[in-house]
Protein backbone atom coordinates (compact mmCIF):
# COMPACT_ATOMS: atom_id res chain seq x y z
CA UNK A 1 0.00 0.00 0.00
CA UNK A 2 1.52 3.46 -0.59
CA UNK A 3 2.89 5.80 1.90
CA UNK A 4 -0.68 7.71 3.36
CA UNK A 5 -2.99 5.28 1.34
CA UNK A 6 -6.04 3.97 3.43
CA UNK A 7 -8.12 0.45 2.70
CA UNK A 8 -10.74 0.41 0.35
CA UNK A 9 -9.15 3.15 -1.81
CA UNK A 10 -9.74 3.62 -5.62
CA UNK A 11 -7.30 4.57 -8.37
CA UNK A 12 -7.15 8.35 -8.33
CA UNK A 13 -6.78 8.70 -12.34
CA UNK A 14 -10.58 7.77 -12.03
CA UNK A 15 -12.70 10.31 -9.83
CA UNK A 16 -12.22 14.19 -10.33
CA UNK A 17 -12.11 15.76 -6.82
CA UNK A 18 -12.98 19.67 -6.78
CA UNK A 19 -12.37 21.78 -3.89
CA UNK A 20 -12.97 25.19 -3.23
CA UNK A 21 -9.52 27.27 -4.14
CA UNK A 22 -9.61 30.97 -1.84
CA UNK A 23 -7.30 32.24 -4.81
CA UNK A 24 -9.78 31.54 -7.08
CA UNK A 25 -12.92 32.38 -5.29
CA UNK A 26 -14.64 29.19 -6.74
CA UNK A 27 -14.73 25.01 -6.65
CA UNK A 28 -12.49 23.90 -9.12
CA UNK A 29 -11.43 20.48 -10.05
CA UNK A 30 -8.22 19.29 -8.25
CA UNK A 31 -5.25 18.37 -10.45
CA UNK A 32 -2.24 16.92 -8.87
CA UNK A 33 1.60 18.25 -10.10
CA UNK A 34 1.90 14.36 -9.60
CA UNK A 35 -0.38 12.37 -11.16
CA UNK A 36 -1.30 9.37 -7.73
CA UNK A 37 0.29 11.92 -5.30
CA UNK A 38 -0.91 15.14 -3.34
CA UNK A 39 1.27 17.13 -1.24
CA UNK A 40 -0.18 19.50 1.59
CA UNK A 41 1.26 22.07 4.00
CA UNK A 42 -0.95 23.18 6.60
CA UNK A 43 -0.21 25.32 8.77
CA UNK A 44 0.00 24.02 12.51
CA UNK A 45 0.52 25.59 16.24
CA UNK A 46 2.15 28.61 17.53
CA UNK A 47 2.89 27.14 20.31
CA UNK A 48 2.16 30.03 23.18
CA UNK A 49 -0.72 28.31 24.84
CA UNK A 50 -2.25 24.99 25.28
CA UNK A 51 -5.00 24.66 22.25
CA UNK A 52 -8.87 24.82 22.44
CA UNK A 53 -11.62 23.12 20.18
CA UNK A 54 -11.44 25.94 18.02
CA UNK A 55 -7.08 25.40 17.30
CA UNK A 56 -7.73 21.87 16.99
CA UNK A 57 -10.71 22.52 14.03
CA UNK A 58 -8.37 22.89 11.34
CA UNK A 59 -6.41 19.53 12.22
CA UNK A 60 -9.50 17.90 12.12
CA UNK A 61 -10.49 18.96 9.08
CA UNK A 62 -7.34 18.69 6.71
CA UNK A 63 -7.14 14.97 8.64
CA UNK A 64 -10.49 14.27 6.84
CA UNK A 65 -9.03 16.50 3.15
CA UNK A 66 -6.09 13.61 3.25
CA UNK A 67 -8.18 10.92 4.41
CA UNK A 68 -10.23 11.43 1.33
CA UNK A 69 -7.26 12.03 -0.84
CA UNK A 70 -5.69 8.45 0.47
CA UNK A 71 -8.88 6.22 0.02
CA UNK A 72 -9.41 7.95 -3.36
CA UNK A 73 -5.67 5.94 -3.72
CA UNK A 74 -3.27 8.72 -4.04
CA UNK A 75 -0.30 9.10 -1.84
CA UNK A 76 -0.52 11.39 0.44
CA UNK A 77 2.39 13.90 2.25
CA UNK A 78 1.16 15.94 4.77
CA UNK A 79 3.37 18.51 6.03
CA UNK A 80 1.95 20.58 9.57
CA UNK A 81 4.44 23.19 10.99
CA UNK A 82 4.77 24.00 14.55
CA UNK A 83 5.83 27.72 15.14
CA UNK A 84 7.85 27.63 18.10
CA UNK A 85 9.63 31.18 18.18
CA UNK A 86 6.67 33.96 17.87
CA UNK A 87 5.59 37.15 19.50
CA UNK A 88 3.66 35.92 21.83
CA UNK A 89 5.48 33.29 22.85
CA UNK A 90 8.28 35.64 24.24
CA UNK A 91 5.71 37.57 25.76
CA UNK A 92 4.63 34.67 27.90
CA UNK A 93 7.88 34.09 28.58
CA UNK A 94 8.58 37.32 30.04
CA UNK A 95 5.32 36.88 32.00
CA UNK A 96 6.05 33.54 33.16
CA UNK A 97 10.07 34.23 33.95
CA UNK A 98 10.51 30.51 32.03
CA UNK A 99 12.07 29.70 29.09
CA UNK A 100 10.97 30.39 25.78
CA UNK A 101 11.54 26.61 24.47
CA UNK A 102 10.28 25.57 27.67
CA UNK A 103 6.93 26.80 27.05
CA UNK A 104 6.70 26.30 23.57
CA UNK A 105 7.62 23.01 24.16
CA UNK A 106 4.79 22.42 26.59
CA UNK A 107 2.67 23.10 24.45
CA UNK A 108 3.50 21.63 21.19
CA UNK A 109 3.07 18.12 23.27
CA UNK A 110 0.08 19.63 24.94
CA UNK A 111 -1.45 20.03 20.73
CA UNK A 112 0.08 16.54 19.73
CA UNK A 113 -1.84 15.36 22.33
CA UNK A 114 -5.26 16.73 21.39
CA UNK A 115 -4.51 15.99 17.52
CA UNK A 116 -3.96 12.19 18.97
CA UNK A 117 -6.84 12.54 21.54
CA UNK A 118 -9.15 13.16 18.44
CA UNK A 119 -8.00 10.37 16.10
CA UNK A 120 -6.14 12.83 13.41
CA UNK A 121 -3.43 10.68 12.01
CA UNK A 122 0.18 12.02 12.35
CA UNK A 123 1.60 14.29 9.67
CA UNK A 124 4.39 12.94 7.23
CA UNK A 125 6.40 15.79 8.35
CA UNK A 126 5.97 17.98 11.60
CA UNK A 127 9.01 20.50 11.42
CA UNK A 128 9.59 23.67 14.13
CA UNK A 129 10.78 26.68 12.84
CA UNK A 130 13.68 27.09 14.87
CA UNK A 131 15.17 23.85 13.52
CA UNK A 132 15.02 25.68 9.47
CA UNK A 133 17.32 29.19 10.71
CA UNK A 134 19.85 28.40 7.63
CA UNK A 135 16.84 27.42 5.11
CA UNK A 136 15.26 30.90 6.28
CA UNK A 137 18.45 32.95 5.83
CA UNK A 138 19.08 31.42 2.72
CA UNK A 139 15.58 32.54 1.26
CA UNK A 140 16.43 36.24 2.50
CA UNK A 141 19.58 36.36 0.55
CA UNK A 142 17.74 35.21 -2.56
CA UNK A 143 15.27 38.07 -2.50
CA UNK A 144 17.84 40.60 -1.51
CA UNK A 145 19.56 39.40 -4.57
CA UNK A 146 16.60 39.62 -6.29
CA UNK A 147 15.45 43.14 -5.34
CA UNK A 148 12.38 41.95 -3.26
CA UNK A 149 14.23 42.17 0.54
CA UNK A 150 16.54 44.38 2.45
CA UNK A 151 17.84 44.82 5.31
CA UNK A 152 17.53 47.98 7.43
CA UNK A 153 18.79 48.45 11.52
CA UNK A 154 19.36 44.57 11.68
CA UNK A 155 15.93 43.62 10.24
CA UNK A 156 15.38 41.86 6.95
CA UNK A 157 12.05 43.28 5.50
CA UNK A 158 9.99 42.44 1.94
CA UNK A 159 9.36 45.09 -0.47
CA UNK A 160 5.68 44.61 -1.55
CA UNK A 161 5.71 46.84 -4.06
CA UNK A 162 8.71 44.88 -5.93
CA UNK A 163 6.07 42.06 -6.05
CA UNK A 164 3.11 43.08 -8.11
CA UNK A 165 1.13 39.86 -7.51
CA UNK A 166 1.05 40.74 -4.17
CA UNK A 167 -2.84 41.14 -2.36
CA UNK A 168 -4.05 38.81 -4.81
CA UNK A 169 -4.94 36.03 -2.56
CA UNK A 170 -6.92 38.71 -0.23
CA UNK A 171 -8.45 40.76 -2.55
CA UNK A 172 -7.51 44.01 -1.62
CA UNK A 173 -5.49 47.05 -2.60
CA UNK A 174 -2.25 47.79 -1.87
CA UNK A 175 -3.08 52.06 -1.84
CA UNK A 176 -5.31 50.95 1.22
CA UNK A 177 -3.06 48.29 2.90
CA UNK A 178 -2.74 48.23 6.32
CA UNK A 179 0.12 46.20 7.23
CA UNK A 180 0.39 44.87 10.95
CA UNK A 181 3.41 45.95 12.53
CA UNK A 182 5.32 45.36 15.94
CA UNK A 183 7.43 47.01 17.84
CA UNK A 184 11.25 47.51 17.00
CA UNK A 185 10.70 47.48 13.21
CA UNK A 186 12.18 50.99 12.24
CA UNK A 187 13.62 51.33 9.25
CA UNK A 188 11.26 50.44 6.52
CA UNK A 189 11.25 52.36 3.23
CA UNK A 190 7.31 51.91 2.92
CA UNK A 191 4.94 51.24 6.20
CA UNK A 192 3.52 48.58 3.70
CA UNK A 193 6.45 46.21 3.44
CA UNK A 194 7.01 43.11 6.10
CA UNK A 195 9.24 42.00 8.10
CA UNK A 196 11.18 38.70 7.39
CA UNK A 197 13.62 38.98 10.19
CA UNK A 198 13.41 41.09 13.87
CA UNK A 199 16.93 42.20 15.05
CA UNK A 200 17.89 40.89 18.38
CA UNK A 201 16.15 42.50 21.41
CA UNK A 202 17.89 41.87 24.70
CA UNK A 203 16.81 39.58 26.57
CA UNK A 204 15.21 38.16 23.69
CA UNK A 205 16.55 34.33 22.00
CA UNK A 206 18.68 35.17 18.57
CA UNK A 207 20.48 33.65 16.04
CA UNK A 208 23.25 35.15 13.88
CA UNK A 209 22.70 35.82 10.10
CA UNK A 210 24.39 38.36 7.66
CA UNK A 211 22.49 41.33 8.39
CA UNK A 212 23.01 40.82 12.64
CA UNK A 213 21.66 38.92 14.98
CA UNK A 214 17.66 38.50 15.00
CA UNK A 215 14.69 35.94 15.12
CA UNK A 216 12.21 34.70 12.50
CA UNK A 217 9.44 36.62 11.24
CA UNK A 218 6.29 34.50 11.35
CA UNK A 219 5.67 34.73 7.62
CA UNK A 220 9.20 33.58 6.64
CA UNK A 221 9.17 30.27 8.65
CA UNK A 222 6.32 28.44 6.49
CA UNK A 223 7.88 29.56 3.15
CA UNK A 224 10.92 28.12 3.93
CA UNK A 225 9.46 25.25 5.42
CA UNK A 226 7.41 24.53 2.57
CA UNK A 227 10.12 24.55 -0.08
CA UNK A 228 12.23 22.21 2.30
CA UNK A 229 9.84 19.69 2.52
CA UNK A 230 7.75 19.78 -0.68
CA UNK A 231 10.10 21.34 -3.44
CA UNK A 232 9.33 24.80 -5.24
CA UNK A 233 5.46 23.73 -6.01
CA UNK A 234 3.17 21.74 -3.94
CA UNK A 235 -0.95 21.00 -4.63
CA UNK A 236 -2.09 22.11 -1.64
CA UNK A 237 -1.78 25.16 1.26
CA UNK A 238 -4.10 25.03 3.73
CA UNK A 239 -5.09 26.93 7.11
CA UNK A 240 -8.04 28.71 8.66
CA UNK A 241 -9.18 30.95 6.95
CA UNK A 242 -7.69 34.59 9.24
CA UNK A 243 -4.70 33.42 7.96
CA UNK A 244 -5.36 34.91 4.52
CA UNK A 245 -4.01 37.62 5.67
CA UNK A 246 -1.16 38.69 6.17
CA UNK A 247 0.06 35.82 6.85
CA UNK A 248 -0.51 33.80 3.66
CA UNK A 249 -0.48 36.53 1.34
CA UNK A 250 3.11 36.95 2.47
CA UNK A 251 3.68 33.72 2.21
CA UNK A 252 3.07 33.96 -1.09
CA UNK A 253 4.94 36.65 -1.81
CA UNK A 254 8.22 35.38 -0.40
CA UNK A 255 7.92 32.06 -2.06
CA UNK A 256 7.19 33.31 -5.80
CA UNK A 257 9.61 36.37 -5.63
CA UNK A 258 12.59 33.82 -4.61
CA UNK A 259 11.61 31.65 -7.38
CA UNK A 260 8.96 28.99 -6.12
CA UNK A 261 5.73 28.32 -7.84
CA UNK A 262 4.60 27.56 -4.49
CA UNK A 263 0.77 26.22 -3.71
CA UNK A 264 -1.63 25.55 -6.42
CA UNK A 265 -4.73 25.53 -4.64
CA UNK A 266 -5.38 27.55 -1.64
CA UNK A 267 -8.06 25.80 1.18
CA UNK A 268 -9.48 27.61 4.27
CA UNK A 269 -11.60 26.69 7.44
CA UNK A 270 -14.07 28.55 8.74
CA UNK A 271 -13.73 29.45 12.78
CA UNK A 272 -15.92 27.98 16.10
CA UNK A 273 -17.14 30.65 17.10
CA UNK A 274 -18.72 31.55 20.98
CA UNK A 275 -21.60 34.40 21.33
CA UNK A 276 -20.50 35.13 17.30
CA UNK A 277 -17.29 35.81 18.49
CA UNK A 278 -13.91 34.36 17.20
CA UNK A 279 -13.02 31.48 19.95
CA UNK A 280 -9.63 33.10 21.35
CA UNK A 281 -7.57 33.40 24.33
CA UNK A 282 -7.95 37.77 23.71
CA UNK A 283 -11.73 36.84 24.68
CA UNK A 284 -11.61 35.10 27.69
CA UNK A 285 -13.89 31.76 26.09
CA UNK A 286 -11.45 29.79 25.06
CA UNK A 287 -12.46 25.31 25.95
CA UNK A 288 -9.53 23.49 26.40
CA UNK A 289 -9.19 20.16 24.60
CA UNK A 290 -7.68 18.51 27.39
CA UNK A 291 -10.87 19.81 29.70
CA UNK A 292 -13.51 18.86 26.88
CA UNK A 293 -12.07 15.40 26.70
CA UNK A 294 -12.96 15.17 30.20
CA UNK A 295 -16.68 16.32 29.72
CA UNK A 296 -17.10 15.01 26.42
CA UNK A 297 -15.83 11.01 24.88
CA UNK A 298 -13.23 12.00 22.34
CA UNK A 299 -15.00 10.87 19.32
CA UNK A 300 -17.84 12.87 20.38
CA UNK A 301 -16.01 15.57 19.90
CA UNK A 302 -14.54 15.09 16.94
CA UNK A 303 -18.44 14.20 15.42
CA UNK A 304 -18.99 17.73 16.50
CA UNK A 305 -16.09 19.28 15.26
CA UNK A 306 -15.27 17.72 12.20
CA UNK A 307 -18.92 16.95 10.55
CA UNK A 308 -20.03 20.62 9.79
CA UNK A 309 -18.96 21.54 6.29
CA UNK A 310 -14.77 22.85 6.90
CA UNK A 311 -16.14 26.22 5.39
CA UNK A 312 -18.96 26.74 7.35
CA UNK A 313 -18.59 28.70 10.88
CA UNK A 314 -19.37 26.80 13.69
CA UNK A 315 -21.06 28.57 16.89
CA UNK A 316 -20.18 26.52 19.72
CA UNK A 317 -22.85 25.46 22.63
CA UNK A 318 -23.69 22.68 25.17
CA UNK A 319 -27.23 21.61 23.53
CA UNK A 320 -25.19 21.47 19.28
CA UNK A 321 -22.94 19.13 21.50
CA UNK A 322 -25.52 17.05 22.75
CA UNK A 323 -26.96 16.72 19.65
CA UNK A 324 -23.89 15.61 18.16
CA UNK A 325 -23.39 13.07 21.01
CA UNK A 326 -26.69 11.89 20.25
CA UNK A 327 -26.48 11.22 16.74
CA UNK A 328 -23.15 9.39 17.03
CA UNK A 329 -24.70 7.22 19.73
CA UNK A 330 -27.35 6.45 16.89
CA UNK A 331 -24.41 4.77 14.77
CA UNK A 332 -22.66 3.55 18.01
CA UNK A 333 -25.91 1.71 18.66
CA UNK A 334 -25.72 0.06 15.24
CA UNK A 335 -22.49 -1.21 14.98
CA UNK A 336 -23.13 -2.54 18.41
CA UNK A 337 -26.08 -4.87 17.44
CA UNK A 338 -24.17 -5.50 14.34
CA UNK A 339 -21.22 -6.98 15.97
CA UNK A 340 -23.80 -8.80 18.57
CA UNK A 341 -25.45 -10.55 15.64
CA UNK A 342 -23.22 -11.07 12.72
CA UNK A 343 -19.66 -10.49 14.28
CA UNK A 344 -17.33 -7.74 12.84
CA UNK A 345 -17.22 -7.01 9.62
CA UNK A 346 -13.94 -5.56 7.99
CA UNK A 347 -14.54 -2.04 5.71
CA UNK A 348 -16.30 -2.42 2.28
CA UNK A 349 -13.78 -1.96 -0.51
CA UNK A 350 -15.88 0.86 -1.71
CA UNK A 351 -17.72 3.61 0.02
CA UNK A 352 -21.53 4.32 -1.06
CA UNK A 353 -21.46 6.15 -4.84
CA UNK A 354 -23.48 9.24 -2.97
CA UNK A 355 -21.15 9.58 -0.53
CA UNK A 356 -18.02 9.49 -2.85
CA UNK A 357 -20.27 11.93 -4.29
CA UNK A 358 -21.02 14.69 -1.62
CA UNK A 359 -16.88 14.42 -0.75
CA UNK A 360 -15.57 14.94 -3.95
CA UNK A 361 -17.43 17.98 -4.27
CA UNK A 362 -15.23 20.27 -1.68
CA UNK A 363 -15.75 17.65 0.87
CA UNK A 364 -19.30 17.90 1.12
CA UNK A 365 -19.20 16.22 4.89
CA UNK A 366 -22.94 17.07 5.81
CA UNK A 367 -24.02 15.56 2.55
CA UNK A 368 -21.80 12.71 3.17
CA UNK A 369 -23.36 12.27 6.79
CA UNK A 370 -26.48 11.93 5.57
CA UNK A 371 -25.78 9.12 3.79
CA UNK A 372 -24.02 8.04 6.71
CA UNK A 373 -27.49 7.78 9.01
CA UNK A 374 -29.26 6.60 5.86
CA UNK A 375 -27.03 3.53 5.87
CA UNK A 376 -27.67 2.55 10.21
CA UNK A 377 -31.01 3.04 9.74
CA UNK A 378 -31.34 0.42 6.85
CA UNK A 379 -28.74 -1.48 8.66
CA UNK A 380 -31.30 -1.58 11.67
CA UNK A 381 -34.30 -2.38 9.79
CA UNK A 382 -32.34 -5.10 8.74
CA UNK A 383 -31.36 -6.39 12.17
CA UNK A 384 -35.29 -6.65 12.63
CA UNK A 385 -36.20 -8.40 10.12
CA UNK A 386 -33.53 -10.34 10.79
CA UNK A 387 -31.52 -10.34 7.71
CA UNK A 388 -28.18 -11.26 8.23
CA UNK A 389 -26.81 -10.18 4.69
CA UNK A 390 -27.88 -7.04 4.42
CA UNK A 391 -26.52 -6.14 7.82
CA UNK A 392 -23.79 -7.33 6.73
CA UNK A 393 -23.40 -5.41 3.28
CA UNK A 394 -24.95 -1.93 5.76
CA UNK A 395 -22.30 -3.03 8.57
CA UNK A 396 -19.31 -3.30 5.89
CA UNK A 397 -20.54 0.49 3.91
CA UNK A 398 -20.65 2.30 7.45
CA UNK A 399 -17.25 1.02 8.63
CA UNK A 400 -16.18 2.21 5.00
CA UNK A 401 -17.74 5.53 5.27
CA UNK A 402 -16.78 5.87 9.14
CA UNK A 403 -13.12 5.31 8.50
CA UNK A 404 -12.71 8.24 5.83
CA UNK A 405 -14.15 10.61 8.64
CA UNK A 406 -11.90 9.21 11.78
CA UNK A 407 -15.40 7.95 13.51
CA UNK A 408 -15.04 4.31 13.09
CA UNK A 409 -16.21 3.33 16.48
CA UNK A 410 -14.09 -0.45 16.16
CA UNK A 411 -10.58 1.23 15.11
CA UNK A 412 -8.35 0.63 17.32
CA UNK A 413 -7.78 4.64 17.79
CA UNK A 414 -11.05 4.37 19.39
CA UNK A 415 -11.14 1.11 21.01
CA UNK A 416 -8.64 0.80 22.97
CA UNK A 417 -5.63 0.40 20.69
CA UNK A 418 -5.89 -3.16 21.24
CA UNK A 419 -3.49 -3.52 24.16
CA UNK A 420 -3.50 -6.69 26.61
CA UNK A 421 -3.89 -3.62 29.04
CA UNK A 422 -7.20 -2.44 27.69
CA UNK A 423 -8.82 -5.64 26.98
CA UNK A 424 -8.04 -6.97 29.99
CA UNK A 425 -9.55 -3.77 32.17
CA UNK A 426 -12.88 -4.19 29.96
CA UNK A 427 -13.38 -7.79 30.70
CA UNK A 428 -13.00 -7.05 34.27
CA UNK A 429 -15.47 -4.57 34.08
CA UNK A 430 -17.58 -6.48 31.95
CA UNK A 431 -17.26 -9.34 34.41
CA UNK A 432 -18.33 -6.86 37.17
CA UNK A 433 -21.19 -5.41 35.62
CA UNK A 434 -22.53 -9.07 34.30
CA UNK A 435 -23.10 -10.07 37.94
CA UNK A 436 -24.77 -7.06 39.11
CA UNK A 437 -26.92 -7.66 35.96
CA UNK A 438 -27.74 -10.99 36.93
CA UNK A 439 -29.21 -9.92 40.39
CA UNK A 440 -31.36 -7.30 38.10
CA UNK A 441 -32.11 -9.94 36.22
CA UNK A 442 -33.59 -12.49 39.64
CA UNK A 443 -35.33 -9.52 40.71
CA UNK A 444 -37.23 -9.03 37.47
CA UNK A 445 -37.80 -12.65 37.55
CA UNK A 446 -39.35 -12.87 41.03
CA UNK A 447 -40.93 -9.52 40.00
CA UNK A 448 -39.27 -7.28 42.56
CA UNK A 449 -39.38 -4.11 39.79
CA UNK A 450 -38.10 -1.55 42.81
CA UNK A 451 -34.78 -3.84 43.40
CA UNK A 452 -34.09 -4.05 39.25
CA UNK A 453 -35.12 -0.45 38.78
CA UNK A 454 -32.74 0.81 41.94
CA UNK A 455 -29.74 -1.76 40.50
CA UNK A 456 -30.21 0.25 36.79
CA UNK A 457 -30.49 3.40 38.64
CA UNK A 458 -26.93 2.67 40.59
CA UNK A 459 -25.23 1.46 37.44
CA UNK A 460 -26.49 4.62 35.27
CA UNK A 461 -25.21 7.10 37.62
CA UNK A 462 -21.89 5.07 37.61
CA UNK A 463 -21.76 6.02 33.85
CA UNK A 464 -23.46 3.10 32.26
CA UNK A 465 -26.46 2.91 29.99
CA UNK A 466 -28.11 -0.23 30.13
CA UNK A 467 -30.66 -1.60 27.32
CA UNK A 468 -32.64 -4.52 27.43
CA UNK A 469 -32.63 -6.52 24.32
CA UNK A 470 -34.64 -10.08 23.23
CA UNK A 471 -30.62 -11.61 24.08
CA UNK A 472 -30.73 -10.15 27.55
CA UNK A 473 -29.73 -7.27 29.09
CA UNK A 474 -26.62 -4.93 27.34
CA UNK A 475 -24.51 -2.35 28.70
CA UNK A 476 -21.83 0.56 27.69
CA UNK A 477 -20.94 4.07 28.44
CA UNK A 478 -22.94 6.64 28.29
Not at 59 to 66: P, T
Not at 191 to 196: G, I, Q, S, V, W
Not at 297 to 318: F, K
Not at 406 to 412: I, Q
Request: aromatic residues 10%; hydrophobic residues 35%; proline residues 5%.
Amino acid sequence: MRHGALPGSDYPGSVTIRLYDTSARQIRDFTPLTPGCVSIYLCGATVQAAPHIGHIRSGLNFDIMRRWFAHRGYDVTFVRNVTDIDDKIIAKSAEQGRPWWSIGYENEVAFNEAYDALGCLRPTYEPRATGHIPEMIEMMRGLIERGHAYAADGNVYFDVASFPEYLRLSNQELDNLRQPSGEGETGKRDTRDFAMWKAAKAGEPSWETPWGRGRPGWHLECSAMAHKYLGTAFDIHGGGVDLVFPHHENEIAQARAYGDDFARYWTHNAWVTMGGEKMSKSLGNSLLVSEMVKRWRPIVLRYYLGTPHYRSMIEYSEDALREAESAFARIEGFVQRAVEKVGVVEPAAEVPPAFAEAMDDDLGVPQALAIVHTTVRQGNSALTADDKESTVARFAELRAMLGVLGLDPLDERWSGGGTDRGEDLHGVVDSLVRLVLDQRQSARARKDYATADAIRDQLQQSGLAIEDTPSGPRWSLS
